[in-house]
T-cell receptor
Framework: GAVVSQHPSWVICKSGTSVKIECRSL??????MFWYRQFPKQSLMLMAT?????????EQGVEKDKFLINHASLTLSTLTVTSAHPEDSSFYIC????????????????FGPGTRLLVL | GQNIDQPTEMTATEGAIVQINCTYQ??????LFWYQQHAGEAPTFLSY??LDGLEEKGRFSSFLSRSKGYSYLLLKELQMKDSASYLC??????????WGAGTKLIIKP
């Protein structure tokens, strides 16, 4: 199946710093990438949807100036958590979808392995 | 609003069978997914149902009734490695995945 990678897998940073997380589709072109956040013992929460070459669409309640998303190419999307604070500590997961009708493939979204962020 | 309900936690015995239910109320329906998620890892795809009925895939089967807004995931011959959270997700009319909170399955020897 399709492979999506994320880097880094773990990051620990001081409060106030910015953290960049990369999401790459390794063997297909991802026209759409999704960024999720998951707090302990909770389900995935969609933060934003990004399409290559256009601005990301953020879910209600997600600060677009704090969570900067760049989908500059068909294989790379980045999420930058600006001025991170302890409450931003979470598990961040990206997923990617190739082109075409969403239901033309059973695996609508290929997930990356996730990035665990701890802000001290 | 959109809502997906599944039990928070279930316990079963190794070698047994367990059924995890999921009920949904969403704006439109374009299919239902089941994902498995081990602690600290991203979800992995298990199944996709868009038509009523049972889909069998090895030890795992998934059932859908669109008229009842209901699905279940059936796991047979349980193994210790099946201990994980199982997430039900519905693709709505906007092709957005709406996620349930997940069911934590605990397998006991």
């Amino acid at each position: 199946g399709a492979v999506v990678s994320q880097h880094p897998s773990w990051v620990i940073c001081k409060s106030g710093t910015s953290v960049k997380i990369e999401c790459r589709s390794l063997d297909f072109q991802a026209t759409t990438m999704f960024w999720y956040r998951q707090f302990p013992k909770q389900s995935l929460m969609l933060m934003a949807t990004s399409n290559e070459g256009s601005k990301a669409t953020y879910e209600q309640g997600v600060e677009k100036d704090k969570f900067l998303i760049n989908h500059a190419s068909l294989t790379l999307s980045t999420l930058t958590v600006t001025s991170a604070h302890p409450e931003d500590s979470s598990f961040y997961i990206c997923s990617a979808r190739s082109g075409g009708h969403p239901t033309s493939i059973q695996e609508t979204q290929y997930f990356g392995p996730g990035t665990r962020l701890l802000v001290l | 609003g959109q809502n997906i309900d599944q039990p928070t936690e279930m316990t079963a015995t190794e070698g047994a069978i367990v059924q995890i239910n999921c009920t949904y109320q969403t704006s439109g329906f374009n299919g239902l997914f089941w994902y498995q998620q081990h602690a600290g890892e991203a979800p992995t795809f298990l199944s996709y149902n868009v038509l009523d009925g049972l889909e069998e895939k090895g030890r795992f089967s998934s059932f859908l009734s669109r008229s009842k807004g209901y699905s279940y995931l059936l796991l047979k011959e349980l193994q210790m490695k099946d201990s994980a959270s199982y997430l039900c997700a519905v693709l709505d009319s906007n092709y957005q995945l709406i996620w349930g909170a997940g069911t934590k399955l605990i397998i006991k020897p």
